[in-house]
Structures are given as structure tokens and as C-alpha cells.
């Protein structure tokens, strides 16, 4: 196998992982901020001491949180002043592998429709089993491959 093909299973093979542990991690409907400041039944005036905030300003984080709008450093700040520890992570829908080969295969479909196009212009029609094993071998090439337009989903193979 080579080398840069070991290291982006490598890497696969980290994120699968990661995927798996957090799968299905929510959210609190509170933010996780005002739910760990309850749960730990922490005074809010504590919080804003250690964080050097102003008074209102722990429920503007709090309400920026769920907006989303809060910055990450902002996010671990925060948890820092409530002892807690601050996690963050970006993950794929599904295991890595997985879309590497739907992505493949989505771009051997175009790729071979166009050929399949011309080739019945030309009355050299092929059987759907015969272009099954041809996209078949091209998702796999693409998958080796990995050509940089390989994400590009305006991409149309013309």
C-alpha cells in the first residue's frame, strides 16, 4: 500500500472513531453552559467573578450559545470558570469510507453516462451488467485516485 494511502486511513480511522464516541450527542435544550451551571448548582454571580464578567453578561453567553453566535474561546472561558473541561469537535455524517465510495461512485456514474451517451451515438450500446462492473472499476480507481475535483460536486466530467 502506499504511503499517503496508509496515512489517509490513518486519518480515517481517527475520525471513525471520533464519530463513533460522539454519535448521537446532543445539545441540552438549556445549552450545555446553563445546564452544567444548574447541574452543579453554581451560583451565577461564582461564575462571573472567575470569568471577569460583567453581571449580565453570563446570561448574553448563555443566550449566544444557543444562538450560536459565541466564539469558541469565549465557549471554554466559561467552562473553565465553572471547572468544567470544553470539548469540540467536526465530524462526518457517516464513517469516512463510506463517503469516500458514494462519492466515487456518484462521479463514475457521470462520468460513465457520458461515455454511454456517445457510445449509443454510435450504436456500441453496452448491457447493464457490463456498466455496473465498468462503474464498479472506475469508483474504485477514483477512490485510489482522489483527483482534486474529487469534492466538487458542479464537477459534470465534460
Not at 453567553?61 to 467552562?79: M, P, Q, S, W, Y
Request: glycine content about 4%; aromatic content about 6%; proline content about 3%.
Amino acid at each position: 500500500m502506499n504511503i499517503k494511502l496508509l496515512v489517509a486511513q490513518q486519518y480515517r480511522e481517527i475520525i471513525d472513531a471520533a464519530t463513533q464516541k460522539i454519535s448521537g450527542l446532543m445539545m441540552p435544550p438549556e445549552g450545555w453552559l446553563r445546564t452544567n451551571r444548574k447541574a452543579l448548582k453554581m451560583p451565577a454571580k461564582l461564575i462571573m467573578a472567575k470569568a471577569g464578567i460583567k453581571t449580565s453578561e453570563l446570561y448574553r453567553i448563555e443566550k449566544a450559545e444557543l444562538d450560536g453566535t459565541l466564539t469558541i474561546n469565549k465557549l471554554k472561558e466559561t467552562a473553565n470558570a465553572m471547572g468544567c473541561d470544553f470539548y469540540y469537535a467536526v465530524v462526518p455524517k457517516g464513517k469516512i469510507n463510506t463517503l469516500v465510495e458514494t462519492q466515487a461512485r456518484r462521479h463514475a456514474v457521470k462520468l460513465l453516462k457520458n461515455a454511454s451517451v456517445q457510445m449509443q451515438l454510435e450504436d456500441q450500446a453496452t448491457s447493464s451488467e457490463q456498466v455496473e462492473l465498468q462503474i464498479e472499476k472506475v469508483t474504485e480507481q477514483l477512490i485510489k485516485e482522489m483527483p482534486n475535483w474529487f469534492w466538487d460536486e458542479t464537477n459534470d466530467h465534460k
